[in-house]
């Protein structure tokens, strides 16, 4: 079992930034593979952001491409999630997910997931 919690949501004006932490417990989090996704009032939930086990390799969605940074500290447990640029469709709660075997974009395929931080960007 890995135990995540997700902080650092908030409420930030348009072309604000935020970074947002999920700590992992439980086992040894290097062994796992890392996500983020968000989800919008009445809309359902959707990819942010991947990291494998090592941090070498990252994908994004097209939305949050050259705005978004995740990034991971194995000795910390942690995976962090670099907003930049954000806009009001931003908005929404952000879940960190990890699975050992899963690196990509299908939620489906995530076996572990945190409780969800609330992002609120106004315009």
């Known amino acids: 079992q890995v135990q995540l919690v997700e902080s650092g949501g908030g409420l930030v004006q348009a072309g604000g930034s935020l970074r947002l932490s999920c700590a992992a417990s439980?086992?040894?989090?290097?062994?796992?593979?890392a996500g983020w996704f968000r989800q919008a009032p009445g809309k359902e939930r959707k990819f942010v952001a991947a990291v494998n086990r090592s941090g070498s390799n990252t994908i994004y969605s097209d939305s949050v491409s050259g705005r978004f940074t995740i990034s991971r500290d194995n000795t910390k447990n942690t995976v962090y999630l670099q907003m930049n640029s954000l806009k009001p469709e931003d908005t929404a709660v952000y879940y960190c997910?990890?699975?050992?075997?899963?690196?990509?974009?299908?939620?489906?395929?995530?076996?572990?997931w945190g409780q969800g931080t609330q992002v609120t960007v106004s315009s």
């Open positions: 439980g086992r040894t989090f290097s062994n796992y593979n």
């Open positions: 997910a990890a699975d050992r075997s899963t690196y990509g974009s299908n939620s489906a395929e995530y076996d572990y």
